[in-house]
């Protein structure tokens, strides 16, 4: 997979904000290292994982911060499109003597001394998987693995799935992975909390461009007074892009005054990290996201006129196709 004969100590991190994707690679890539060359120490640094991936072996060990003095031999990073969205970790990763970046990200800005990005496939734990020996991965390797899968492609339901992560899956699940819990447990089940904010989302979003767009707002007096942070919003996107003639959905939150985090889906036409890279972010065609600042009404306006750009475009070539 990747030359370790000089390398006795490993950093390996994410993104701010770690997904499903993001902490699967990296716990699959902590065991594989780990149980292939005893003589590797690795280390996981994150910022706190939500509560539902606990499930997952390693876990407890991974760190929180950067200690602002240990040089690694080699940091890895995984599922991270650009340098800024290493958070704090970035000071340890400029500190390390080699560096490699894994990722799935069409946007990745190549940051790292080595770059294996792969911008076709559904996760960046499908690109391990398929550069990992498979006789290697151990069952807990397999279920971080599998972990990844699920949650980049919507349990195999958004259009990056492919035959090449089904037949990752099917590999994976022949390792003995309980998938039905993972499901479960790591994807469809909420807290009581994150259903409340869940139906105020949905009670309070809006339609618009002839019903083909759904945007939902959630302000910070809001998240304070329920007493929930990001990690409990991570389905909202996708539940409003399940509503019936919706092409675009948009869900934006308030980290500060005046300060969003957005999440954009699409479903067959749009290409939504066209628009978040338009605003400085970046992601996949049809999942992407950004921050941007100003008014809620104008932050909707300005991803609104990039959609309606797009929409014209495809208008045209419908047109000239007929």
Same mark, same amino acid.
């Given at each position: 997979?990747?030359?370790?004969?000089?390398?006795?100590?490993?950093?390996?991190?994410?993104?701010?904000?770690?997904?499903?994707?993001?902490?699967?690679?990296?716990?699959?890539?902590?065991?594989?290292?780990?149980?292939?060359?005893?003589?590797?120490?690795?280390?996981?640094?994150?910022?706190?994982?939500?509560?539902?991936?606990?499930?997952?072996?390693?876990?407890?060990?991974?760190?929180?911060?950067?200690?602002?003095?240990?040089?690694?031999?080699?940091?890895?990073?995984?599922?991270?499109?650009?340098?800024?969205?290493?958070?704090?970790?970035?000071?340890?990763?400029?500190?390390?003597?080699?560096?490699?970046?894994?990722?799935?990200?069409?946007?990745?800005?190549?940051?790292?001394?080595?770059?294996?990005?792969?911008?076709?496939?559904?996760?960046?734990?499908?690109?391990?998987?398929?550069?990992?020996?498979?006789?290697?991965?151990?069952?807990?390797?397999?279920?971080?693995?599998?972990?990844?899968?699920?949650?980049?492609?919507?349990?195999?339901?958004?259009?990056?799935?492919?035959?090449?992560?089904?037949?990752?899956?099917?590999?994976?699940?022949?390792?003995?992975?309980?998938?039905?819990?993972?499901?479960?447990?790591?994807?469809?089940?909420?807290?009581?909390?994150?259903?409340?904010?869940?139906?105020?989302?949905?009670?309070?979003?809006?339609?618009?461009?002839?019903?083909?767009?759904?945007?939902?707002? $959630? &302000?910070? !007096? @809001?998240?304070?007074?329920?007493? +929930?942070?990001? /990690?409990?919003?991570?389905?909202?996107?996708?539940?409003? *892009?399940?509503?019936?003639?919706?092409?675009?959905?948009?869900?934006?939150?308030?980290?500060?005054?005046?300060?969003?985090?957005?999440? $954009? &889906?699409? !479903? @067959?036409?749009?290409?939504?990290? +066209?628009?978040? /890279?338009?605003?400085?972010?970046?992601?996949?065609?049809? *999942?992407?996201?950004?921050?941007?600042?100003?008014?809620?009404?104008?932050?909707?306006?300005?991803?609104?006129?990039?959609?309606?750009?797009?929409?014209?475009?495809?208008?045209?070539?419908?047109?000239?196709?007929?």
């Amino acid at each position: 997979m990747y030359e370790l004969k000089d390398i006795r100590t490993v950093a390996i991190s994410g993104h701010i904000r770690p997904d499903g994707d993001c902490i699967g690679s990296c716990i699959a890539m902590y065991w594989y290292i780990k149980e292939k060359n005893p003589k590797i120490e690795p280390q996981i640094y994150l910022e706190e994982i939500p509560p539902e991936f606990s499930y997952l072996e390693g876990t407890e060990n991974i760190c929180h911060q950067d200690d602002g003095q240990t040089i690694y031999d080699l940091w890895i990073v995984l599922d991270c499109s650009d340098k800024e969205r290493l958070g704090e970790m970035v000071n340890g990763f400029d500190r390390a003597k080699r560096t490699l970046c894994i990722d799935h990200h069409i946007s990745n800005t190549r940051y790292a001394m080595e770059n294996l990005v792969v911008s076709d496939a559904a996760a960046t734990c499908e690109i391990l998987f398929y550069k990992m020996e498979y006789d290697q991965i151990s069952l807990r390797a397999a279920t971080a693995l599998y972990t990844g899968l699920i949650h980049d492609t919507g349990v195999f339901q958004y259009s990056n799935t492919t035959e090449k992560t089904m037949l990752a899956a099917g590999k994976l699940i022949s390792k003995g992975v309980p998938f039905t819990k993972i499901v479960n447990e790591s994807f469809y089940q909420r807290t009581y909390l994150q259903n409340q904010i869940l139906g105020r989302a949905l009670l309070e979003s809006i339609r618009f461009f002839d019903k083909k767009c759904i945007a939902a707002v $959630l &302000r910070k !007096k @809001e998240l304070d007074f329920y007493g +929930v942070g990001p /990690a409990d919003l991570s389905s909202i996107v996708s539940q409003l *892009a399940l509503t019936e003639g919706i092409e675009c959905a948009i869900f934006m939150y308030e980290t500060s005054p005046h300060v969003f985090k957005v999440s $954009l &889906r699409s !479903k @067959e036409q749009l290409d939504v990290s +066209v628009i978040a /890279a338009h605003f400085g972010g970046g992601g996949h065609i049809r *999942a992407a996201g950004c921050t941007m600042m100003g008014s809620e009404h104008d932050v909707i306006n300005n991803i609104s006129s990039q959609i309606e750009v797009q929409m014209e475009r495809l208008e045209a070539q419908n047109r000239k196709n007929r």
